[in-house]
Nanobody, 119 residues
């Protein structure tokens, strides 16, 4: 199993920046991808960005050019740098890890961290 612990959410004004962090514990050697998703009130959870192990990053169109996902393998941590934040970025942000075992994929989620963009 993999446990994910997020930090870094908060309240920020439009145009501001925040950096989210997510530390992974447990069977980290089995992780094939890390990512960030978000869920706004009344909406479905949606992909924000992913970073596969040894692969290229992927971003939702709504955050391209503003958000950057990165990972520090030595610290088993994935980051989401969010710049030029907009009110529509307000949501609970969830860290996600995908592992592979015996040909099956498994998804793990963090507890979520609130990001509020408001003046």
């Amino acid at each position: 199993q993999v446990r994910l612990v997020e930090s870094g959410g908060g309240l920020v004004q439009p145009g501001g920046s925040l950096r989210l962090s997510c530390a992974a514990y447990g069977r980290i050697f089995s992780i094939t991808a890390l990512g960030w998703y978000r869920q706004a009130p009344g909406r479905q959870r949606e992909l924000v960005a992913t970073i596969p192990t040894g692969g290229t990053t992927n971003y939702a169109d709504s955050v391209k050019g503003r958000f950057t996902i990165s990972r520090d393998n030595a610290k088993n941590t994935v980051y989401l740098q969010m710049n030029s934040l907009k009110p529509e970025d307000t949501a609970v942000y969830y860290c996600n890890a995908v592992t592979q075992s015996r040909g099956n994929d498994y998804a793990y989620w963090g507890q979520g961290t609130q990001v509020t963009v408001s003046s």
